[in-house]
């Protein structure tokens, strides 16, 4: 059987041989990684970020293929191990195998589990912890989880000491006591252990001198002085009173109690405020960095912190972020720029409009993206005439838009006294891959400050009763104390509620904490009472109208309930700017005891009515589709659910939100299985539509591919001819992704049919990406013309814009060398795909007038164009070759300059290319860098790129492509000399290319090359 070690290093071993000398040290951190989250399938991308942070993430991908090649030279059995497929990686959950950590906590949990095998279970897991996890391995993903295994020994070793203690096995247990303090000599409650224990088994002078060497090591470390618990010991230790039987009690002062405010003085944080202090007043120039992160279970004090900040900073803003609200793009921007009131001398962007639209200027199309991250950031520039600090709490479950936006901010505001202090929950960031690359460039770029909350101990504890405890301090005697803080664990929010149930003179012990929530709700009025359930589910924040819409609140009653909730700090004002005031549940975990208290039959319903009031105060913009999908998928209103989500998808898609879109859209999907036939096959195929512009590869695309054909022959089946057609565009946009030109081709004919039928508008578009498609793939030119007049005839008789109609005609002028014409028609494309926030169309069409530029000779006008496709690329971010094929045409632009260094630049950019399998760019690159080479006598170079371009362009079977491709080829082996093989070359281009059907470029080459071969006495084939 297969195994593994990671305690002290990292083992594998099969079949009695050591394996893990024949793999790198990136290959067994790699492996280990794997290994810990064995249960999950890991995303590719979370992988190289993780395991290479530092990298670029192109970088960092090609590391991760260069690891898992070398993984699959040295270990052929690897696919035992790994399931691998083009998007993610994961330990294969059947192979057999031992694993030394998870015997390490089965060890510790059998130690809970069986009392009586307690102490030889706590011997075993600490005979396997002879070592840290990986000690080795310095990447950040690894430190929460060696602490978390280090915690759990250091608890193990805790409990043996008890247990020997309890034995009387003093010597034992000091040998243990040793142990933990090697692990950690800064922890003073390790000493009064073995203090204790020396002084249980006689040994005063030993257990005296312990006390000295932690008195010497507190002063050196921290300059303090031991605590009075410690100072007590050593007391009872000098005067020779040491219980024999029972331990030492830790003793905690309680403080005087005065009566608490409204918002309880800020307890047990005093080291972290400090820091929070310090970063707060750091000038511009002299600031550790732009952004503060708080991190620390839910409950320890994150927000808290961040109200205290603001109290006393002149200007904040405060956003929240919400667990529904993932889908919900700049949710937690909109919140926040709502919390102030408007600078009344500035001039507002109209694009904010589009965020705001209570300031008078509200827009119904999203704008451009960086046209609305530059607004953001001038508002936030005016209000910054005073420090400034913006509070975005619980970012773990922002969406991808406002993680790109923060980013965006932090590094255009550095020069301005704008600060961001942001909290995110202990392992739910990483979860969120948006988040967790923003925080990782920030870390990078030194502009993020960490700061980690941890549990109380026992005197913060004490301090945190006293100050909710009135009049109740004979209460609060030691075992008290104790008990709260074992039934909270040290979270501040847990012993909170624990306390105030002390000072109402509740129960003195707790065993649940939604119990005690459950009894502190119990003592609201039937008003309130009614009110909490709607308000609960409609999320974390609510507003009283809506809460009064969908439950038939009267009026008086809800102010009434309202007012009884803020007094009893179940909820707080969430103050907007010129809007509806809203409300917030002071704390999360109450919301979902409340959520939970509901049944099942109930909540659906309370779902189910929130969905359809929602729908009926739905806007243009389909802002409201989101929230619309998630309470009607509550309520199992299916077709709401998978409609709303489409809308909302939709809508993700206008907003760059590529990834948002891909989840809504499958999230609809699961719902249209439920739905009739012919609402099932209209929402589902314009979710697939969806799926495909966001992008998808490997599996996810052969699938939907194989849906999207099932649903159209059923579409064809029942004649519902409109519906085909979205099918179709589905189907194009995918195939166009891959460069699957052939299967394009293939569904030309089946368009056509579906147009003559459908409506006009609905054959308008089919008919114009039939010819734009045509013009792509460089064949039929004189089809795909006809195809685009008559789409354009149809489209003008229903007053409707069809962006493929413009792009088409361009490429039909570009074919035939009227660049002019094709360039005012590309450019209308452009404006017409911008007019309806269609960034894929769009950053395609800017692409061929890049291309444009190229094939007129003009490389610098071409760069503007390849700057702009990189920018919309950029925020698109999903799994499409956007990206690449900006940065190729750039590079063959600057290539085509003679700037310095371009060469280099375009062989990465070509085998950029090459990996994502973008053949038809790849083929016009390497096409015009080869026509660049064979003018500059680099006839070698120009020979191979030429043979590589014809490899892809015979595989597309693009005739102009091909003809260009073969031309440059023969022409440079002919001036290499190489008069045979040009002659190969040259009968094989005159017998498989049809003249007639090239471009006006490609029959300039294709003659040159037939001049050439003639000179050389070598005449075609007469076969042709």
């Known amino acids: 059987m297969l195994q593994v070690k990671l305690l002290g290093g990292f083992s594998l071993t099969g079949e009695g041989a050591s394996l893990a000398g024949i793999l790198t040290s990136r290959s067994q951190v790699l492996l280990a990684y794997l290994i810990l989250h064995r249960h999950v399938s890991q995303p590719r991308q979370r992988l190289a970020s993780q395991l290479w942070s530092d990298s670029t993430d192109t970088q960092a991908r090609t590391n991760l293929r260069k690891e898992l090649s070398h993984l699959r030279r040295v270990l052929p059995s690897l696919d035992q191990l790994l399931l691998i497929d083009a998007r993610s990686l994961q330990w294969q959950p059947s192979i057999p195998f031992t694993l030394d950590v998870t015997q390490f906590e089965e060890a510790i949990q059998s130690a809970r589990t069986t009392p009586s095998l307690a102490q030889s279970a706590l011997e075993r897991a600490l005979e396997l912890h002879h070592s840290d996890l990986l000690p080795d391995c310095e990447d950040e993903w690894i430190l929460p989880e060696r602490d978390r295994i280090q915690q759990m020994y250091v608890r193990a070793v805790e409990q043996l000491i008890d247990l020997l203690k309890t034995q009387q096995d003093y010597q034992s247990a000091l040998n243990y006591a040793q142990q933990l303090l090697r692990v950690d000599p800064l922890n003073e409650s390790t000493y009064c252990t073995l203090m204790q224990l020396h002084g249980l088994s006689g040994d005063r002078a030993n257990a005296l001198q312990i006390y000295h060497r932690c008195m010497s090591v507190l002063r050196e470390e921290f300059g303090v002085d031991p605590s009075l618990t410690t100072r007590k010991l050593y007391q009872l230790l000098l005067e020779d009173e040491l219980p024999v039987d029972t331990p030492i009690q830790p003793i905690i002062r309680l403080h005087s109690l005065t009566p608490a405010p409204s918002r309880l003085p800020l307890v047990g944080r005093k080291q972290e405020w400090r820091v929070v202090e310090q970063w707060a007043s750091a000038s511009v120039g002299d600031a550790p960095s732009e952004m503060l992160l708080l991190v620390g279970e839910p409950g320890i004090g994150k927000t808290r912190l961040l109200e205290e900040l603001r109290d006393i900073m002149p200007i904040a803003l405060w956003g929240r972020g919400f667990a529904a609200e993932l889908v919900r793009p700049y949710g937690i921007w909109i919140d926040a720029l709502r919390s102030l009131e408007l600078p009344p001398t500035v001039t507002l962007p109209p694009e904010l409009g589009f965020l705001l639209p209570e300031i008078g200027q509200p827009v119904n199309a999203p704008p451009d993206r960086s046209h609305l991250f530059d607004a953001v950031v001038q508002l936030l520039a005016a209000w910054a005439q005073a420090p400034l600090v913006v509070m975005l709490d619980d970012i773990q479950w922002i969406d991808e838009a406002s993680s790109a936006l923060l980013h965006y901010a932090i590094r255009l505001l550095s020069h301005l006294p704008v600060r961001f202090a942001c909290t995110a929950r202990t392992g739910e960031l990483e979860a969120n891959v948006a988040v967790s690359r923003v925080m990782q460039a920030l870390r990078r770029e030194r502009r993020l400050q960490t700061l980690e909350l941890h549990a109380f101990d026992r005197e913060q504890t004490a301090e945190l009763l006293s100050t909710v405890s009135s009049g109740y301090s004979a209460a609060l005697s030691i075992e008290r104390v104790d008990q709260v803080f074992i039934d909270s664990g040290g979270n501040p929010l847990f012993a909170l509620e624990l306390a105030r149930a002390s000072s109402q003179n509740q129960s003195a012990h707790t065993d649940d904490l939604e119990a005690l929530i459950n009894d502190r709700l119990q003592q609201l009025d039937s008003n309130a009472h009614d009110l909490l359930p709607w308000a609960a589910a409609l999320g974390r924040s609510f507003k009283p109208t809506m809460v009064a819409q969908v439950a038939d609140y009267p009026l008086p009653q809800l102010l009434m309930a309202i007012e009884q909730l803020e007094q009893q700090a179940v909820i707080r004002p969430s103050t907007s700017m010129g809007n509806e005031m809203g409300y917030d549940f002071a704390h999360d975990i109450v919301r979902q005891v409340i959520y939970r208290k509901i049944s099942e039959p109930r909540r659906h319903l309370v779902h189910l009515r929130i969905a359809h009031k929602l729908n009926q105060c739905s806007t243009p913009d389909n802002a409201l589709a989101g929230d619309i999908a998630h309470h009607a998928a509550l309520g199992g209103d299916h077709e709401l659910a998978a409609a709303a989500a489409l809308l909302a998808a939709e809508r993700c898609l206008k907003l760059f939100a590529y990834a948002e879109a891909s989840t809504l859209a499958q999230r609809g999907i699961q719902h249209c299985q439920y739905l009739d036939k012919r609402t099932r096959i209209r929402l589902q195929l314009g979710l697939l539509r969806v799926t495909a512009i966001a992008g998808v590869t490997g599996d996810r695309a052969a699938q939907l591919e194989a849906d999207a054909q099932q649903l159209m022959r059923e579409a064809s089946e029942l004649g519902f001819k409109d519906d085909e057609a979205i099918g179709l565009e589905a189907l194009w946009v995918l195939y166009f992704n891959q460069s699957n030109f052939t299967s394009i081709h293939q569904q030309l004919v089946q368009a056509v049919e579906v147009s003559r039928v459908a409506s006009p508008a609905t054959a308008a578009r089919l008919l114009a990406s039939s010819g734009t498609c045509l013009t792509e793939i460089g064949r039929d030119m004189v089809r795909a013309e006809a195809l685009l007049l008559e789409a354009q005839s149809l489209a003008a008789r229903v007053d409707l814009q069809v962006t493929d109609i413009y792009s088409g005609l361009g490429g039909v002028h570009f074919h035939n060398g009227r660049y002019a014409e094709a360039r005012a028609s590309l450019l209308q494309a452009c404006k017409q795909?911008?007019?309806?926030?269609?960034?894929?169309?769009?950053?395609?069409?800017?692409?061929?007038?890049?291309?444009?530029?190229?094939?007129?000779?003009?490389?610098?006008?071409?760069?503007?164009?390849?700057?702009?496709?990189?920018?919309?690329?950029?925020?698109?971010?999903?799994?499409?070759?956007?990206?690449?094929?900006?940065?190729?045409?750039?590079?063959?632009?600057?290539?085509?300059?003679?700037?310095?260094?371009?060469?280099?630049?375009?062989?990465?950019?070509?085998?950029?290319?090459?990996?994502?399998?973008?053949?038809?760019?790849?083929?016009?690159?390497?096409?015009?860098?080869?026509?660049?080479?064979?003018?500059?006598?680099?006839?070698?170079?120009?020979?191979?790129?030429?043979?590589?371009?014809?490899?892809?362009?015979?595989?597309?079977?693009?005739?102009?492509?091909?003809?260009?491709?073969?031309?440059?080829?023969?022409?440079?082996?002919?001036?290499?000399?190489?008069?045979?093989?040009?002659?190969?070359?040259?009968?094989?281009?005159?017998?498989?290319?049809?003249?007639?059907?090239?471009?006006?470029?490609?029959?300039?080459?294709?003659?040159?090359?037939?001049?050439?071969?003639?000179?050389?006495?070598?005449?075609?084939?007469?076969?042709?």
């Not at 399998?917 to 080869?930: E, F, P, S, T």
């Not at 037939?1010 to 005449?1019: S, T, W």
């Open 833 to 1024: 795909a911008q007019v309806e926030q269609d960034h894929w169309r769009g950053c395609l069409y800017v692409s061929y007038l890049a291309m444009l530029e190229l094939e007129t000779g003009d490389p610098a006008a071409a760069l503007p164009h390849c700057q702009e496709m990189a920018i919309v690329a950029a925020k698109i971010q999903g799994e499409g070759s956007e990206g690449a094929v900006a940065i190729a045409l750039e590079a063959l632009a600057n290539y085509k300059l003679q700037q310095p260094g371009a060469n280099a630049v375009l062989e990465q950019a070509v085998a950029a290319l090459q990996q994502i399998d973008a053949k038809r760019m790849l083929a016009y690159v390497l096409i015009r860098a080869a026509e660049v080479d064979l003018a500059s006598e680099q006839l070698t170079l120009a020979a191979s790129r030429a043979e590589a371009a014809l490899q892809a362009a015979q595989i597309m079977n693009h005739p102009s492509e091909t003809a260009l491709a073969w031309a440059i080829l023969i022409q440079s082996v002919l001036r290499l000399g190489e008069l045979e093989r040009a002659t190969t070359q040259f009968e094989a281009l005159h017998r498989q290319i049809d003249r007639p059907t090239l471009s006006a470029r490609a029959r300039v080459a294709f003659d040159q090359t037939l001049q050439i071969m003639q000179e050389h006495k070598i005449h075609p084939n007469q076969e042709k």
